[in-house]
Structure formats: structure tokens, C-alpha cells
């Protein structure tokens, strides 16, 4: 257990709750200031001194959980791991247990040497706490020290499953990973850590890792004019017997997209290295848009379209060269664009959600969208069984840019379509309106319809339905660069009130 200025944080922010919700004693001003200067004591190594300072603390607030844990972490210090263990019980009992009591408690049977009793500790907690992803990380851990390396990758998968934005699944994973024959999941994973934890050591480590596994695992044959890749072992490409259906594995997709990218390099220092990763961030892009559905690949594509690749890239590699990064950030054009980036990824913080988690086992867009049988819609029963489906999918398309060439996304159009013509519980009517008859607009207006009208539990969504759904389509348009009609144009330029006024006249003449 590491102790940072972010438990103090915590531990200030727990006071305050306590003292809201008043199911604890709060502490004076004095003793809050007494356990800020514990705090500090065991952070400087001073354990004992602070323990002094925390039992004085106990006797005037004896319930006080802030307290309770700030004492466990002492002991831990000190290596008294009896009392741990027994202070442990206590917490597990109070109102405010949290996952950490069972980490701590995991922990301490680990130090001990007690690893099988560790991970019934830990396991215990993720019955109270499911989603606490670090409890999942600490049997990986476990795992990984006892060499069964398999098991150690499952556990961090799980971590990600039911906590896809913490940082140590990935930081471990990526470190597993540069170690194997398929080092591409070590640079997937490796980012993701890198931007969960901007600005630590770990955050540091992932950065050289990255650099370091391009250098170790791409050969350039300037004589023969050849470049080996050895990114993955992953060559072979799968073919459902059935269904002729053909599928890439995500390794051996990102080789060949990285090869491609190669194409006239000789060499990848920092810069040029920044530079194959655009090319390959715009090929892969190209190459697997409506196959893949990698979040961390997504994002790059974004920083690229945004126009921040050469500070994000230089900023994400810059521990496997420093004084290339310090040499290319004297320039103050560098340091503008450093600038410039920064103030844009504070506003559009790259983030990993349970929908679309950056995961080994979840790389299929076909499988994340989950469309079911079309047969299986073929009248009113079975559309009432998918009507979630169909919002879910509707929603879907309207988050896409609109692409007539995906085949993918023709397919999800056609579903959503055939739904609607076959459910009985949404009645959709197409009216005239600024939206005009662009098939981008037409397709969002529907998508738009089928949403409100399942949000609101009614079969005709109504004037209130009609002109959410004009307005989502409009700008579901101009997001997408459709070219608008004058009249969209001016509806765009319009206040709230002057688009419901127009909308309503819309409604009453249809």
C-alpha cells in the first residue's frame, strides 16, 4: 500500500461527508490538524510517533473509520500485522467499509506469506464490492509472482471489465505483454496507462516501454531494402465454416497496417517514429473503420483529425529519448502546439467506459454491436422482444459519422428500418420538414424517433417528438458536413424559441 497526498485527500473529504450525513463524530480543528501531521510522520518515516498521535485520536472518537484505516496503514508501516489484521475485522464491520479494508487485509496475509488466505480475503470483498477492480488486481498480482502468467492476464482483463478507467490492469498488462510473442497488447495497453496516469513513474515506465518495443521489434535492411516486424506471432486468419465469415485477429491487423506505414522509413528515431505512428494511425483507420472497435485506436484517430498528433505522440514516447523530446520542445512553435494540446485533452479527457473498455477479448465492433437475427424481427411479437435492441442500435448510428460505403452500417440502417416497419408499438410518421430528404438526415430523423419514442414509453412521438427528432437530425447533418438546405441553414441560426414556433407550423400542416 502506497501512501500519497491523494489519501489525505480522501481522508479531508470523508470527514466532511461524516460530518453531513452526521453518523460520526466530526473532529475539532485541532485533532484534524493532529492527524494531518500522522499523516506526515508516517510519510517521512516516522511510523511509531503516528501511531501515538492516531490511538490518542481513537479514545475521543472511537467510530471515527478515517481514523481506524489511518492506523491499519501504520501498522502496516510497521509490520505489525496481528493488530492489522485484527483492526481489519473492525472496519469490515463499520457503515463506511469500503473495498480497501479487504485489500488491506489481503495484503497483510500476503506479506505474511498467507497468499492462499490473501485471495479468500480479496474475494470476500469483491461479494460486497463487485466492481473493485484493484481487488482483481491484487490476486493478479499474486498470480503473476507464483509464474502462472495465464491466470494473471484473466485477472487484470476482469479488472478492466468492472472498472475499465483504472490504470493498474493496464500498466501490468502492458508490462506482461512486452515480455511475450505479442508485444502489439503491451503498446495497446501501454497507452491506455500512460493516459489513466499522466504523471507518475508508471506513467513514465509505459512511455520508454512503448518506445523501446518499436525499437526492439522492427528491423530495418537498409541493403536489402526490407523491414521485419515481429509485433505478433499472430498469422493466421480465421473463417467461420458455416457462415464463410472471415476474421482478422487484431495482432495481425495492426502488423500489416504498421507495415504499410513503414514504407520508406530507414530508421525510427523519436521523430520519425512519430511519424510512421500517423501514417499508421490514418491507415488502420482506413483499413479497419467498420471492423475494429479498439477505443485507444479511436482516440488517436481523433488527436490526429484534431490536429495535435506531433505534440500527443512526442508527449506519449518522449522517456524513450529525452533530449530528442527536450531538443523538440525548444522550439517555440513546439511548445505552442504542447500547449495547444493540452488545453484541448483537458477538455476531452480520453476515459474507458464498461461499454467500450480497451480489452484483448472485446476488439470485434460486429460482436460489441450485438445485432440480433433478422428473422427474429420479423413481426410485431418479435419486435417487441428487441425493442431495446433497436434503441440501442439507433443510438448507435446517430454517435457515427454517416458512411454509405460501410457495410456495417448499411446493416444496422436496414435493421432499424425493418423494425420499425414491423412493430406495433411505434408509430412513425415522416413529415416535411428543414431536414428536406437527404438520406443522412432521413435515416438520423428515424433514429431519432424510434429513441424518444421508447425513452417515453409512447407509440406516436407526438409534435414534442417531432421536433427533437428535426433538430437531432439537423445537426447530425452538420456534424457530418451534409450539405444543408438554405432553410436548414436558417433554422440553425434561429433562438430555441424560433425553431419550436417554425417546427410547430411544420407539425399542424402534415
Same mark, same amino acid.
Given at each position: 500500500?502506497?501512501?500519497?497526498?491523494?489519501?489525505?485527500?480522501?481522508?479531508?473529504?470523508?470527514?466532511?461527508?461524516?460530518?453531513?450525513?452526521?453518523?460520526?463524530?466530526?473532529?475539532?480543528?485541532?485533532?484534524?490538524?493532529?492527524?494531518?501531521?500522522?499523516?506526515?510522520?508516517?510519510?517521512?518515516?516516522?511510523?511509531?510517533?503516528?501511531?501515538?498521535?492516531?490511538?490518542?485520536?481513537?479514545?475521543?472518537?472511537?467510530?471515527?473509520?478515517?481514523?481506524?484505516?489511518?492506523?491499519?496503514?501504520?501498522?502496516?508501516?510497521?509490520?505489525?500485522?496481528?493488530?492489522?489484521?485484527?483492526?481489519?475485522?473492525?472496519?469490515?464491520?463499520?457503515?463506511?467499509?469500503?473495498?480497501?479494508?479487504?485489500?488491506?487485509?489481503?495484503?497483510?496475509?500476503?506479506?505474511?506469506?498467507?497468499?492462499?488466505?490473501?485471495?479468500?480475503?480479496?474475494?470476500?470483498?469483491?461479494?460486497?464490492?463487485?466492481?473493485?477492480?484493484?481487488?482483481?488486481?491484487?490476486?493478479?498480482?499474486?498470480?503473476?509472482?507464483?509464474?502462472?502468467?495465464?491466470?494473471?492476464?484473466?485477472?487484470?482483463?476482469?479488472?478492466?471489465?468492472?472498472?475499465?478507467?483504472?490504470?493498474?490492469?493496464?500498466?501490468?498488462?502492458?508490462?506482461?505483454?512486452?515480455?511475450?510473442?505479442?508485444?502489439?497488447?503491451?503498446?495497446?495497453?501501454?497507452?491506455?496507462?500512460?493516459?489513466?496516469? %499522466?504523471?507518475?513513474?508508471?506513467?513514465?515506465?509505459?512511455?520508454?516501454?512503448?518506445?523501446?518495443?518499436?525499437?526492439?521489434?522492427?528491423?530495418?535492411?537498409?541493403?536489402?531494402?526490407?523491414?521485419?516486424?515481429?509485433?505478433?506471432?499472430? #498469422?493466421?486468419?480465421?473463417?467461420?465454416?458455416?457462415?464463410?465469415?472471415?476474421?482478422?485477429?487484431? %495482432?495481425?491487423?495492426?502488423?500489416?497496417?504498421?507495415?504499410?506505414?513503414?514504407?520508406?522509413?530507414?530508421?525510427?528515431?523519436?521523430?520519425?517514429?512519430?511519424?510512421?505512428?500517423? +501514417?499508421?494511425?490514418?491507415?488502420? #483507420?482506413?483499413?479497419?473503420?467498420?471492423?475494429?472497435?479498439?477505443?485507444?485506436?479511436?482516440?488517436?484517430?481523433?488527436?490526429?483529425?484534431?490536429?495535435?498528433?506531433?505534440?500527443?505522440?512526442?508527449?506519449?514516447?518522449?522517456?524513450?529519448?529525452?533530449?530528442?523530446?527536450?531538443?523538440?520542445?525548444?522550439?517555440?512553435?513546439?511548445?505552442?502546439?504542447?500547449?495547444?494540446?493540452?488545453?484541448?485533452?483537458?477538455?476531452?479527457?480520453?476515459?474507458?467506459?464498461?461499454?467500450?473498455?480497451?480489452?484483448?477479448?472485446?476488439?470485434?465492433?460486429?460482436? +460489441?454491436?450485438?445485432?440480433?437475427?433478422?428473422?427474429?424481427?420479423?413481426?410485431?411479437?418479435?419486435?417487441?422482444?428487441?425493442?431495446?435492441?433497436?434503441?440501442?442500435?439507433?443510438?448507435?448510428?446517430?454517435?457515427?459519422?454517416?458512411?454509405?460505403?460501410?457495410?456495417?452500417?448499411?446493416?444496422?440502417?436496414?435493421?432499424?428500418?425493418?423494425?420499425?416497419?414491423?412493430?406495433?408499438?411505434?408509430?412513425?410518421?415522416?413529415?416535411?420538414?428543414?431536414?428536406?430528404?437527404?438520406?443522412?438526415?432521413?435515416?438520423?430523423?428515424?433514429?431519432?424517433?424510434?429513441?424518444?419514442?421508447?425513452?417515453?414509453?409512447?407509440?406516436?412521438?407526438?409534435?414534442?417528438?417531432?421536433?427533437?427528432?428535426?433538430?437531432?437530425?439537423?445537426?447530425?447533418?452538420?456534424?457530418?458536413?451534409?450539405?444543408?438546405?438554405?432553410?436548414?441553414?436558417?433554422?440553425?441560426?434561429?433562438?430555441?424559441?424560433?425553431?419550436?414556433?417554425?417546427? #410547430?407550423?411544420?407539425?399542424?400542416?402534415?
Amino acid at each position: 500500500m502506497k501512501h500519497t497526498l491523494l489519501t489525505l485527500v480522501m481522508l479531508l473529504s470523508a470527514l466532511v461527508l461524516t460530518a453531513q450525513t452526521g453518523t460520526l463524530q466530526d473532529l475539532s480543528a485541532k485533532d484534524r490538524t493532529r492527524l494531518e501531521k500522522a499523516v506526515e510522520l508516517m510519510d517521512n518515516g516516522m511510523p511509531e510517533t503516528a501511531i501515538d498521535i492516531i490511538e490518542t485520536l481513537i479514545k475521543v472518537y472511537p467510530d471515527n473509520y478515517d481514523i481506524m484505516y489511518e492506523l491499519g496503514y501504520a501498522y502496516n508501516v510497521t509490520g505489525d500485522y496481528d493488530k492489522l489484521l485484527k483492526l481489519c475485522n473492525q472496519l469490515k464491520k463499520h457503515p463506511m467499509a469500503n473495498f480497501q479494508v479487504y485489500q488491506m487485509e489481503g495484503n497483510t496475509l500476503d506479506y505474511m506469506g498467507k497468499r492462499k488466505e490473501a485471495i479468500k480475503a480479496y474475494n470476500e470483498g469483491l461479494k460486497r464490492f463487485p466492481d473493485a477492480g484493484l481487488l482483481y488486481v491484487e490476486q493478479a498480482i499474486i498470480s503473476e509472482h507464483e509464474q502462472n502468467y495465464d491466470q494473471a492476464v484473466m485477472l487484470y482483463e476482469k479488472a478492466i471489465e468492472v472498472e475499465p478507467d483504472l490504470a493498474s490492469p493496464y500498466y501490468h498488462l502492458a508490462k506482461l505483454y512486452a515480455m511475450s510473442t505479442e508485444p502489439v497488447w503491451a503498446l495497446l495497453y501501454g497507452e491506455v496507462a500512460r493516459l489513466l496516469e %499522466p504523471s507518475n513513474n508508471r506513467s513514465n515506465e509505459m512511455s520508454k516501454l512503448m518506445y523501446d518495443i518499436y525499437q526492439d521489434h522492427i528491423q530495418f535492411d537498409n541493403e536489402q531494402g526490407t523491414i521485419n516486424s515481429t509485433l505478433t506471432e499472430t #498469422h493466421t486468419i480465421n473463417v467461420n465454416q458455416d457462415t464463410s465469415v472471415v476474421e482478422i485477429p487484431l %495482432p495481425l491487423g495492426y502488423e500489416m497496417a504498421m507495415l504499410r506505414s513503414l514504407a520508406g522509413a530507414t530508421s525510427l528515431d523519436l521523430k520519425n517514429l512519430v511519424e510512421v505512428k500517423r +501514417r499508421f494511425t490514418e491507415e488502420f #483507420h482506413e483499413m479497419y473503420k467498420d471492423y475494429y472497435d479498439v477505443p485507444i485506436l479511436d482516440f488517436d484517430y481523433k488527436v490526429f483529425k484534431n490536429g495535435y498528433w506531433e505534440p500527443y505522440c512526442m508527449w506519449l514516447l518522449q522517456k524513450g529519448d529525452e533530449k530528442a523530446y527536450e531538443q523538440w520542445l525548444e522550439n517555440d512553435s513546439a511548445t505552442a502546439a504542447m500547449d495547444a494540446f493540452i488545453t484541448w485533452y483537458n477538455q476531452d479527457t480520453f476515459k474507458p467506459t464498461k461499454e467500450r473498455p480497451t480489452l484483448r477479448t472485446q476488439v470485434y465492433l460486429k460482436d +460489441r454491436l450485438n445485432i440480433p437475427p433478422f428473422e427474429e424481427i420479423g413481426d410485431a411479437d418479435g419486435c417487441h422482444k428487441h425493442k431495446l435492441d433497436a434503441q440501442r442500435l439507433a443510438r448507435w448510428v446517430l454517435e457515427q459519422p454517416f458512411d454509405t460505403t460501410s457495410t456495417l452500417k448499411l446493416k444496422v440502417n436496414a435493421y432499424i428500418i425493418t423494425w420499425a416497419t414491423n412493430s406495433d408499438e411505434v408509430s412513425l410518421t415522416l413529415r416535411d420538414s428543414p431536414v428536406g430528404t437527404s438520406p443522412c438526415g432521413v435515416m438520423a430523423t428515424i433514429c431519432a424517433l424510434i429513441d424518444y419514442a421508447i425513452t417515453n414509453n409512447v407509440k406516436d412521438p407526438g409534435e414534442e417528438g417531432f421536433r427533437y427528432a428535426v433538430k437531432t437530425a439537423i445537426a447530425y447533418m452538420e456534424r457530418n458536413g451534409e450539405e444543408l438546405s438554405e432553410e436548414a441553414k436558417s433554422f440553425l441560426n434561429m433562438t430555441s424559441e424560433q425553431q419550436d414556433q417554425l417546427l #410547430h407550423q411544420y407539425y399542424i400542416r402534415n
